[in-house]
């Protein structure tokens, strides 16, 4: 079993950044692929970022690529999303998923575990 704990969200100005950590407790995930999704108020969670179990493979969604960037470091067990040029409409609660499935790492339902979400706020 693996818990999944989001920090870094916050109230940043359009244009600034911020860097989400996703910290894994339990067990190592080091040979789980992690992602990030969030849900805007009222809308569907949607994909943002993924990385494989190895860090050799990163996918985005088109909205943020370019601005953000996912990354591991498997020693200290954690992931971050580091959000660039950041715009309301990047507003939402995201969250980080892992899974061990090695396809398809785009859709939620390959990923086992879920944090309980970080809220991010970008004011115009």
């Known amino acids: 079993q693996v818990q999944l704990v989001e920090s870094g969200g916050g109230l940043v100005q359009a244009g600034g950044s911020l860097r989400l950590s996703c910290a894994a407790s339990g067990r190592t995930f080091s040979r789980d692929n992690v992602a990030w999704f969030r849900q805007p108020a009222g809308q569907e969670r949607e994909f943002v970022a993924a990385i494989s179990w190895s860090g050799g493979t990163t996918y985005y969604a088109d909205s943020v690529k370019g601005r953000f960037t996912i990354s591991r470091d498997n020693a200290k067990n954690t992931v971050y999303l580091q959000m660039n040029s950041l715009k309301p409409e990047d507003t939402a609660v995201y969250y980080c998923?892992?899974?061990?499935?090695?396809?398809?790492?785009?859709?939620?339902?390959?990923?086992?575990?879920w944090g309980q979400g970080t809220q991010v706020t970008v004011s115009s």
């Open positions: 998923a892992a899974g061990d499935i090695d396809a398809r790492l785009q859709r939620s339902d390959v990923y086992n575990y």
